[in-house]
């Protein structure tokens, strides 16, 4: 049986759910529940705080995890990212004291940094030969500035509305673009298990990108038509009852679908059809 670790709680928890409920597997019914059995699936899962995921996969006591890239690279664990899930997305970067002369990375050498994420941020300072004071804070760190505990921080920023409450602001480059993955132990053999439960995670991605178009054109237009609409790999096209016309169907980006439909329907497409993909294997 398949054994899949899962965020607990937080950012990652809802939409991770979200995703293993539209791949097919059974999902708990109370946040109490800590182990789950999918027998149908072969799957027993694990709902774990998101920062402890890493070191159970890292060590092998679990095949599989989903967690945010920040907490594996954090955690140092033998744990690597397999497939990348697109939701729960963050940006990692230093914030300073407005109007602090600090612009880069390399003017941190010698100074106090305040963080949750103290594996990300030594890491990264050592990829740049800098020598600072990393401290571990739990929780929100925008007042460890204010209270004299650094100089300056090292955070998740979204809006940047708390760090300017805060009288802080972003300064380099991001330390890090984070979102939700699924994660491996480091070298772990092949295992069709594994595998199944990446394929459908990966037909969950496909079907939120795409949808399905079908549409009737003169059969001389068919070219400009599939030049519009290529498919993955090539669409459909089938003759209709109606001599010279043919129907056409083929997958095309979710967000690209209205501009599409205008330029089908500009070359002589009619009976357009948009259609949502549930689930596929690509």
Same mark, same amino acid.
């Given at each position: %049986?398949?054994?899949?670790?899962?965020?607990?709680?937080? &950012?990652? $928890?809802?939409?991770?759910?979200? %995703?293993?409920?539209?791949?097919?597997?059974?999902?708990?019914?109370?946040?109490?529940?800590?182990v789950l059995v999918d027998p149908d699936n =072969?799957?027993?899962?694990?709902?774990?705080?998101?920062?402890?995921?890493?070191?159970?996969?890292?060590?092998?006591?679990?095949?599989?995890?989903? #967690?945010?890239?920040?907490?594996?690279?954090? &955690?140092?664990?033998?744990?690597?990212?397999?497939?990348?899930?697109?939701?729960?997305?963050s940006t990692f970067r230093f914030a300073k +004291?407005?109007? #602090?002369?600090?612009? !880069?990375?390399?003017?941190?050498?010698?100074?106090?940094?305040?963080? &949750?994420?103290?594996?990300?941020?030594? =890491?990264?300072?050592? /990829?740049?030969?800098?020598?600072?004071?990393? #401290?571990?804070?739990?929780?929100?760190? /925008?007042?460890?500035?204010?209270?004299?505990?650094?100089?300056?921080? @090292?955070?998740?920023? /979204?809006?940047?509305? $708390?760090?300017?409450?805060?009288?802080?602001?972003?300064?380099? !480059?991001?330390?890090?673009? $984070?979102?939700?993955?699924?994660? *491996? $132990?480091?070298g772990a053999g092949e295992d069709a298990a594994?595998?199944?439960?990446?394929?459908?995670?990966?037909?969950?991605?496909?079907?939120?990108?795409?949808?399905?178009?079908?549409?009737?054109? *003169?059969?001389?237009?068919?070219?400009?038509?599939?030049?519009?609409?290529?498919?993955?790999?090539?669409?459909?096209?089938? +003759?209709?009852?109606?001599?010279?016309?043919? @129907?056409? *169907?083929? %997958?095309?980006?979710?967000?690209?679908? =209205?501009?599409?439909?205008? !330029?089908?329907?500009?070359?002589?497409?009619?009976?357009?059809?948009?259609?949502?993909?549930?689930?596929?294997?690509?």
């Amino acid at each position: %049986m398949l054994r899949i670790a899962v965020p607990n709680k937080g &950012s990652l $928890s809802g939409p991770a759910a979200e %995703m293993l409920h539209e791949a097919g597997y059974r999902q708990r019914k109370e946040a109490k529940e800590l182990v789950l059995v999918d027998p149908d699936n =072969q799957v027993e899962f694990f709902f774990l705080r998101p920062r402890d995921i890493a070191v159970y996969v890292g060590s092998g006591r679990l095949d599989v995890g989903i #967690t945010g890239r920040d907490l594996l690279l954090d &955690s140092a664990s033998e744990a690597e990212e397999v497939l990348a899930l697109g939701f729960a997305g963050s940006t990692f970067r230093f914030a300073k +004291p407005v109007g #602090t002369e600090l612009s !880069d990375v390399r003017d941190l050498d010698g100074l106090r940094i305040a963080t &949750s994420y103290t594996g990300l941020v030594e =890491q990264h300072l050592a /990829e740049h030969g800098v020598k600072a004071t990393v #401290t571990k804070l739990d929780g929100a760190v /925008e007042t460890a500035v204010h209270l004299g505990v650094a100089d300056v921080i @090292a955070d998740v920023v /979204e809006t940047g509305t $708390s760090l300017r409450n805060a009288g802080l602001e972003v300064f380099g !480059d991001p330390i890090l673009v $984070s979102d939700a993955v699924v994660i *491996r $132990s480091k070298g772990a053999g092949e295992d069709a298990a594994v595998e199944q439960f990446l394929r459908r995670l990966q037909g969950v991605l496909v079907a939120r990108r795409y949808v399905l178009m079908d549409y009737d054109i *003169r059969a001389e237009k068919v070219g400009e038509a599939v030049a519009l609409t290529p498919g993955l790999e090539s669409p459909t096209v089938s +003759p209709l009852h109606t001599e010279g016309w043919v @129907a056409v *169907r083929s %997958m095309v980006l979710r967000k690209e679908a =209205q501009r599409i439909m205008d !330029d089908l329907w500009a070359i002589g497409a009619r009976a357009i059809l948009v259609t949502n993909i549930h689930a596929c294997r690509i």
